[in-house]
């Protein structure tokens, strides 16, 4: 008989002889889901027997795990900040270390003020939906290039309630847009240095879309566009704030000051790592 404690010490056992980061959590998600309890039922009712069909669907998840599948795709679904997302491999998995934007931006913004806000490269609609949620005043627009990622965007608002308050735009990042339009314009550019994407967690390197990750030799190839259009189309006043990756503080903020911006600071992430270069439209 095969029962929560016992299915969550073999995952366990199966997901580290893989290398797999975190079996622990992992094996417990994936417990959790096929067979239909929470962490507490775990805790509460170690020896509660799993079914046939519930013994039969984990054995299926930990072998896409066991392929480095992420979670999130095996689940089709991941929290970020405090909301849950529908995931998919068109769309770059929410991550902790980007709540960093939210805590760059909503300082700034009063829960009962007004505002527009422009997420470019919008994906899963993580940032975006993260900040509506957060303040109901607000009204966004999500931009990607991918129809994919849109649709799954498009699913997440209505799923969270948020869809009356968001517009979402197939476009290449703010091209087209009109300018001083926006009070707020977040984004996750892709940029991870080409060279380095070979030696990247199998679970980014073969299951994230290429798309959301490619920052060209040098890993800047996007802010070089989107900082001069994001200073075009925020508003006088207006703020930014965009993801950077490991030693990119100093280029960044040097391509938005070129572009005009200032008040620019940095934000670390939990890990004490440079995360976000935030700034204003003077």
């Known amino acids: 008989m095969t029962t929560l404690v016992s299915a969550w010490t073999n995952a366990k056992a199966r997901l580290a002889a893989v290398g797999v980061e975190s079996p622990v959590i992992d094996a417990r998600l994936l417990v959790e889901a096929a067979a239909g309890v929470s962490r507490t039922d775990i805790i509460a009712d170690p020896y509660r027997a799993l079914s046939v069909e519930q013994v039969e669907t984990l054995g299926g998840y930990l072998t896409r795990r066991e392929m480095r599948e992420p979670i999130s795709h095996i689940l089709g679904a991941k929290g970020f900040w405090k909301i849950m997302l529908r995931v998919t491999p068109d769309v770059l998995t929410p991550r902790p270390d980007s709540e960093t934007i939210l805590d760059a931006v909503l300082p700034h913004f009063d829960i009962t003020a007004r505002f527009s806000v422009l997420d470019l490269g919008v994906g899963s609609g993580a940032l ?23 649709a799954v965007a498009r699913e997440n608002a209505a799923n969270l309630g948020l869809a009356s308050r968001v517009a979402l735009l197939r476009g290449d990042w703010a091209a087209g847009l009109e300018p001083d339009s926006f009070d707020l314009v ?41 900082a001069p259009q994001i200073m075009r189309v925020l ?10 990756g490991p030693g990119q503080r100093a280029p960044v903020e040097a391509l938005f000051t070129a572009s005009g911006a200032g008040g620019l600071t940095n934000v670390a992430d939990l890990g004490g790592r440079e995360r976000v270069v935030s700034g204003i439209r003077p």
Do not use: K, M, Q, W
């Open 128 to 150: 975006l939906l993260a900040i509506l949620a957060e303040r109901p005043g607000a009204r966004g627009l999500g931009v990607d290039v991918s129809e994919e990622a849109l």
């Open 186 to 226: 977040v984004a996750n550019p892709p940029y991870i240095p080409t060279d380095d994407i070979a030696s990247l967690a199998p679970e980014v390197r073969d299951h994230e879309p290429r798309l959301a990750l490619d920052g060209g030799p040098d890993g800047l190839d996007a802010y070089r566009v989107v």
């Open 235 to 244: 508003r006088p006043g207006g703020r930014f704030a965009v993801e950077i």
